[in-house]
């Protein structure tokens, strides 16, 4: 069973750089399958697909974020993480990290794996 974690910190400063990492375990990033995902929850809102990276190393991004994220994978840790940049008060959310069969999906339906989520609080 595959299962994925995410880790990082929950308070970011307006104008930092917002790092989460996903590590996986029984299953491997380098599986020619599926897509390693970052998506978002803001309070009351639903789910926005942020970004991923494949097998190969390849990323996808969503047009309204490409210029502040960034999506990179550890295979030696089994890891992929995201970073995403000149955060304000609107990036408040829970992340979660998922493996989905295709590229920006928003429903849990599309992702076969998924973490439970960490809240992030963007605040000074």
């Known amino acids: 069973q595959v299962q994925l974690q995410e880790s990082g910190p929950g308070l970011v400063k307006p104008s930092q750089t917002l790092s989460l990492t996903c590590t996986v375990s029984?299953?491997?990033?380098?599986?020619?399958?599926?897509?390693w995902s970052w998506i978002r929850q803001p309070p009351g809102k639903g789910l926005e697909w942020m970004g991923a990276?494949?097998?190969?190393?390849?990323?996808y991004y969503s047009p309204s974020l490409k210029s502040r994220t960034s999506i990179s994978k550890d295979t030696s840790k089994n890891q992929f993480t995201l970073q995403l940049s000149s955060v304000t008060p609107e990036d408040t959310a829970v992340y979660y990290c998922?493996?989905?069969?295709?590229?920006?999906?928003?429903?849990?339906?599309?992702?076969?794996?998924r973490g439970q989520g960490t809240q992030v609080t963007v605040s000074s």
């Open positions: 998922a493996r989905g069969r295709w590229l920006q999906s928003s429903r849990w339906s599309e992702y076969d794996y």
């Open positions: 990276i494949n097998y190969s190393g390849s990323t």
């Open positions: 029984g299953g491997s990033i380098t599986t020619n399958y599926g897509y």
